[in-house]
């Protein structure tokens, strides 16, 4: 049985030399622990981070578990003349690694950095902006405006989102189409730069960014289509590599998750209503609105059993130990022995739309 994936999430943050991707990054691991070093920081204007790095940060959960997510600091874009790479091969290597990370399914969430100081380069910033958005796809991208604190606002942390809503830049930025799943404002200089009082307040936001990856847009991983109607039911396998749908269109279709082909393992005269693997993953149950309650073998397609519900089936269920299967619909329960196939079980009573069974099987509720 495959294990649940336990890799941590892949946070990649780009944007011009000298944004404070760095800065964010300290920002994120603040404290350190012992033994770790801090990204490196600089305000010279020969770019200052010369190749990709992934640091570990452990970042805090509503629960108070930390959750492990990977940021990786990247080189600038648009060094100076003077910096140590120039602005085309920067893009070609952060396009190379980021296509590596979205290849491989692995990337997570991309943090576009600009300082919100510089407002004259606006036009600069969408042209990157919108090429590395087409190179990650559907990765949700948040914008992260920095230096904010070198503006000339009153303090308080408030002018932050200010910069944002009434100072008018977030159109500005839509105009340029600059879409972002979410944005973000900041003073990320590292925890220990001490800067008075607004700094204090702007630290506040260090756990906005910290929940980004937690809470970013939900994207597909994967979408399948073949059914002629609606899915109607669907189910994952015990160990997590396939899903089964059942659909109005009368099919039962188990879907590799990976690979994305999938395998038609017959179906009703009907709308399905409902599907269910057996605990080792090998069978699987199917109950449909012609009345039956089918069992199939995964691997060999085979029908096992067609067993006769008498009634439109609205769920289905394996027990825990896979010994029965059980059916509700209009006006009654039914539950089989699924070696034998007989009815073990069956009640009168009102239409059901659900079941469940208790993790031990020794109770089920409709
Ligand atoms: N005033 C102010 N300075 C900042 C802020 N964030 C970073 N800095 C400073 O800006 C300089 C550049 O920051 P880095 O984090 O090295 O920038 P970077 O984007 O990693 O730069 P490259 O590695 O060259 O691409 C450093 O001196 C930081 O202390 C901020 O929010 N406000
Ligand atoms: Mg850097």
Redesign the pocket.
């Known amino acids: 049985m495959a294990s649940k994936s336990t890799q941590p999430k892949n946070v990649i943050i780009i944007?011009h030399?000298?944004?404070?991707?760095?800065?964010l990054i300290n920002m994120l691991r603040h404290p350190l622990s012992v033994g770790d070093s801090p990204a490196r920081?600089?305000?010279d204007t020969v770019?200052?981070?010369r190749e990709e790095k992934a640091y570990e940060c452990n970042l805090p959960r509503p629960n108070g578990q930390p959750y492990k997510v990977m940021v990786h600091?990247t080189?600038?874009l648009e060094e100076e003349r003077w910096g140590f790479l120039p602005a085309s091969a920067a893009k070609k290597r952060l396009k190379k690694y980021l296509k590596s990370y979205v290849k491989e399914n692995k990337l997570h969430l991309l943090l576009y950095?600009m300082s919100g100081q510089r407002g004259g380069q606006k036009k600069a910033q969408a042209k990157n902006y919108k090429e590395f958005k087409s190179v990650v796809g559907n990765v949700p991208v948040v914008l992260v405006i920095?230096?904010l604190?070198?503006l000339n606002y009153t303090t308080g942390s408030a002018f932050l989102d200010d910069w944002w809503s009434s100072k008018g830049n977030q159109r500005v930025l839509q105009e340029l189409g600059m879409e972002s799943a979410d944005h973000i404002c900041?003073?990320?200089?590292p925890k220990d730069?001490s800067n008075g009082t607004i700094f204090d307040d702007c630290q506040a936001r260090c756990s906005d960014i910290q929940m980004l990856p937690k809470s970013s847009p939900l994207r597909p991983h994967r979408v399948f289509e073949r059914h002629a109607d609606w899915v109607s039911s669907l189910a994952f396998s015990p160990d997590e590599t396939h899903i089964a749908t059942g659909s109005g269109d009368g099919t039962v279709l188990i879907w590799n998750l990976q690979t994305g082909a999938h395998t038609d393992i017959g179906g009703h005269t009907g709308f399905i209503r409902s599907v269910s693997f057996s605990p080792d993953g090998q069978r699987i149950a199917t109950g449909g609105y012609d009345g039956r309650v089918c069992i199939w073998d995964i691997s060999s397609r085979t029908l096992l059993f067609a067993l006769s519900a008498e009634h439109d089936s609205r769920a289905v269920s394996f027990s825990p130990d896979g010994h029965q299967v059980a059916s509700v619909g209009d006006g009654s329960v039914k539950i089989w022995d699924t070696t034998t196939s007989s009815t073990s079980h069956s009640l009168n009573d009102r239409g059901h739309w659900t079941l469940a069974y208790t993790p031990d099987g020794s109770m089920l509720a409709c």
């Open positions: 944007g030399s000298g944004m404070g991707k760095s800065s920081c600089s305000n770019g200052c981070t600091d080189v600038g950095c920095t230096k604190d070198l900041v003073i990320s200089f730069n």
